[in-house]
């Protein structure tokens, strides 16, 4: 069974930063496709950041370009996401995701992420 546990989350001010971790027990690692997904209140669940454990699969969402880099420990299992110079529109949950995939290609495909976290606030204050 796919656990996955987030950590990291909090409050800042416009400008700052913050790195997720998130916890994997997945096997092998290299097999999955991991990701980054956020739900601000009262809006949909959009794709933030993706990898792929054997490498590869790497997707940054266009409002995150540039501020945010995803990064992963292989051998802890763990996901990272950077978030610098933060802005308050990326507060919102985020959650950890992944989905087992033969390729890293499937990491491009939302449908792949099959197991979720359950969520760390981001709350970013003007």
């Known amino acids: 069974q796919v656990q996955l546990m987030e950590s990291g989350g909090g409050s800042v001010q416009a400008g700052g930063s913050l790195r997720l971790s998130c916890a994997a027990s997945?096997?092998?690692?290299?097999?999955?496709?991991m990701g980054w997904f956020r739900q601000p209140p009262g809006k949909e669940r959009e794709r933030v950041a993706t990898?792929?454990?054997?490498?590869?699969?790497?997707y940054l969402a266009d409002s995150v370009k540039g501020r945010f880099t995803i990064s992963q420990d292989n051998a802890r299992k763990t996901l990272y996401l950077q978030m610098d110079t933060l802005k308050p529109e990326d507060s919102a949950m985020y959650y950890c995701?992944?989905?087992?995939?033969?390729?890293?290609?499937?990491?491009?495909?939302?449908?792949?992420?099959?197991?979720w976290g359950q969520g760390t606030q981001v709350t970013v204050s003007s």
């Open positions: 995701a992944a989905g087992y995939a033969a390729l890293g290609v499937a990491c491009y495909n939302p449908r792949t992420y099959i197991s």
């Open positions: 990898v792929y454990g054997g490498g590869g699969g790497e």
């Open positions: 997945v096997y092998p690692y290299s097999r999955y496709c």
